[in-house]
């Protein structure tokens, strides 16, 4: 049994346990059957890009320096609109949580403005704002703001109330309160709240940018699809695609899961005591 226990693990066992191989891995076999609908014409060549021509797309703007300046004003306003976002969602909704009265007030407001979409908004938007980074940003904003609301309300009721009870009784005041168990003990859903705004953010942000834009990547695949540039246009979804995941698994992703453990352990301690 000893021999058996200390015994190599195969290859092909490490392989799936790579952290590159996991990542990686599932997109094989679409970028295959990506090539492969390319490779046997199945949809016409003016109609659908196979990775070649993508990676020959890629190639070229980045040569020219098309891409990367598109992409950083996508960047820009999507960081203004994440951070307005952010300093507008966060405070409104520890608000309307804490505060019964606001809340009864507040609450068909946001369920109303929850169930608008962001695209509705962008005909006022120009008209308002024309066609500018203010326009842009204030859709982001409008796609974040409710459902971070919503998920800190949410965050704020899931924090059991024997833990409020018993700061109290130790002669916490309220803002002690708030500081030391509300807030540690909602940041779970508040942080499910902020990935799944960045979330919507984003979507957000390319159909503004086809709408209202004149760079960014939006602007890019619909600019690319006026002049018939299909290719282009696969890249642009490809990109989008690519930079989400990334932004996803190295912080929004981390962040949620730290915050979930950390409450974890709150909740284990206490089921223990």
Known sequence: ??????????????????????????????????????AFEVFPRSFFAGPTAVLTTLGGLLEKGILPGYLSDSLTRLAYGVGFGLLIGLPLGFAVAMIGRLRRFCWPILLFFQAIADIAWLPIVIVWFGFSLTAVTFVIVYTIVFPLMLSVVAGVEQVPRELVRAARSLGAGRWRVFVEVIVPGSLPSVAGGIRTGLGYGWRALVAAEIIVGTSGIGYMMFDARRVGDISQVFLGMVVLGSLWYALDALILAPFERATVERWGMVRRLEADG
């Open 1 to 38: 049994m000893a021999a058996l226990s200390t015994a190599p693990m195969p290859v092909w066992r490490r392989l799936l346990r790579s952290g590159t191989v996991r990542t990686l891995g599932p997109f094989v076999p679409v970028v295959v059957l990506w090539w492969l609908l390319a």
